[in-house]
């Protein structure tokens, strides 16, 4: 299940996800405006140390007041998971939900 960034799991064994993605994958409970879908799972590499660029735009930024794991990437939830998990999700989707992944995207904080 979704682990806790306090318990300071890092990448590559961990990563955290956009909340889409874990609602898509089953991590987290919710539903999409109007029946919306996901084909993209989008993945952030994290470490305990969290993000050592200062980007103005960017809520992980460095120059932000908060610990990194309270933080949030772009104004929602981005929950950490074990990798394994992840791509069990991804690779036991049933028939039906075969066509909704078209992509992964993994991004990188600098660390």
């Known amino acids: 299940m979704i682990e806790k960034e306090a318990n300071r799991e890092e990448s590559p064994e961990y990563l955290r996800m956009s909340l889409a993605a874990a609602m ?33 735009y960017c809520g992980l930024s460095n120059k932000r007041s908060g610990d990194y794991p309270d933080k949030s990437f772009i104004r929602v939830a981005w929950p950490t998971c074990r990798l394994d998990e992840i791509i069990e999700r991804i690779g036991g989707r049933t028939e039906r939900d075969k066509d909704r992944i078209k992509r992964i995207c993994i991004s990188m904080i600098t660390h």
Do not use: D, E, M, Q
């Open 24 to 56: 898509t994958l089953g991590f987290k409970k919710g539903l999409f405006y109007r029946n919306a879908r996901l084909y993209c799972i989008n993945l952030l590499l994290t470490y305990a140390s969290g993000c050592a660029a200062r980007c103005a």
